[in-house]
């Protein structure tokens, strides 16, 4: 069976597209078979077919035309079915969620310690330090991070409170790190709120205000410009580093999911899939078996 061929061909004469339809599938389909290589597409599970979407999103391809073409994946798998040539329909969990609108932009370990690094002992800088550890520790939202209270800090146990979207409060592990950054920043604080009037928020400014999410977005461009980091860094690349990084080290999705407080765990499924497309990456740039066409002739 070519089920490619089957498939165009049901398409042209018995649901009677136009040819212009019938060639997107088709070129949709080569594309896909392409991407499987030796995987017949028959054969191909939903986590191919999840890489196959995000190497679409790298490519540059827009959102409304990745959409479309998972709405050709989920016509091809349907019809498979529907032959009994496919035990199981791998494209009918996928979706196309808001999150795959455009994929998130992470740091490096490199250069999350680039950005920590940038530090005069000077308050206001450890106090910014500060607030990149615990944005990339803990995984806030910025909002998150700016509501934050001197209450909401367990130092004993080892967590901070949370309260993310529709005030859903959830309790995260603080590092060693974190922990550290907040007990040299803290003294200062009490300072500088010594000489204001009293607030509770634990990130203030020098007028012991608490500081707003505009304040912090302007902290963390300005610190990865001063680590000389090229990328669009803001507070949620942090959060998209945390998790990332996370799963790359091998977390349990479920822990990452409750950390980062998302409320289906399918939002949180991207971050396998950045995982997944850099270590192909590094598998391409560094086997040596790979690189064997590259190394020059001696």
Partial sequence: MNAIADFLAHLRFERRFSENT???YTD??????????????????????????????????TSRTVARKISGLRGFYRYLERLGA????????????????????????????????V??????????????????SC??????LCGLTLGNLNFE??????F?????????????RAMNELKRYLPYRGIVCGAHKRIDRVFI???????????????????????????????HTLRHSFATHLVNSGADLRSVQEMLGHSDISTTQIYTHITSSVMKKAHSNFHPLENNDKKPAG
């Fill in 22 to 24: 019938v060639q997107a």
């Fill in 28 to 61: 949709d389909l080569e594309n896909l078979a392409e991407f499987l290589g030796d995987t017949p597409v028959e054969k191909a599970t939903r986590e191919n077919l999840f890489d196959f979407i995000v190497s679409l999103h790298e490519h540059g391809l």
């Fill in 86 to 117: 496919i035990d199981e329909n791998p494209a009918s969990l996928i979706e196309t969620p808001q999150y795959l609108k455009s994929l998130p932009e992470f740091l490096t370990y490199e250069e999350i310690e680039a950005m920590l690094s």
């Fill in 119 to 136: 530090d005069k002992d000077d308050w206001m800088d450890i106090r910014d330090t500060c607030i990149i550890e615990m944005l990339y």
């Fill in 139 to 144: 995984g806030l939202r910025v909002s998150e």
């Fill in 157 to 162: 146990r080892g967590f901070v409170l949370v």
């Fill in 164 to 176: 993310g979207k529709g005030s859903k409060e959830r309790l995260i592990p603080m590092g060693e």
């Fill in 205 to 235: 400014s020098r007028n012991g205000k608490a500081l707003s999410r505009v304040t912090v977005w302007g902290i963390i461009k300005t610190r990865a410009l001063k680590a000389g980091i090229a990328k669009d860094v803001s507070p």
